[in-house]
């Protein structure tokens, strides 16, 4: 299993970006993707995730209405748009995939991303004023 992320980039205050999440070796469509976000001196946490069965999305309070997590099949990838960046925006952004059985935000928040087992590499997002 792998999944490689796009390369991220610095970005102004009030910018958008879009990254992207190519996964090899598993089919996305039957496995819940997260986006998560690790900044310096911080813990890492979920930004937005899709779950397999339903496709339910999930977002963090604090990016809610912000960024929009996508899923293309045909191309076995999701995507973070992420609109209206703010500096705490800043940190390194992983995608993660597995497979669970039950579709709640559990997987998307606090101590979730422990769950997952397969990880991207990450990619720097840096938000400059």
């Known amino acids: 299993v792998q999944l490689v992320e796009s390369v991220g980039r610095l970005v102004q205050v009030g910018g958008s970006l879009s990254l992207s999440c190519a996964a090899f070796?598993?089919?996305?469509?039957?496995?819940?993707i997260g986006w998560f976000r690790h900044a310096p001196g911080k813990e890492r946490h979920g930004v937005a995730c899709v779950s397999d069965r339903h496709s339910r999305t999930y977002y963090a309070p604090s990016v809610k209405g912000r960024f929009t997590i996508s899923r293309d099949n045909a191309k076995n990838s999701v995507y973070l748009k992420m609109d209206n960046l703010k500096a705490e925006d800043t940190a390194v952004y992983y995608c993660a995939a597995d497979q669970f059985k039950l579709d709640t935000f559990y997987y998307c928040s606090g101590s979730g991303f422990l769950e997952y087992n397969h990880w991207g590499q990450g990619t720097q997002v840096t938000v400059s004023s």
């Open positions: 070796g598993v089919t996305v469509v039957d496995f819940s």
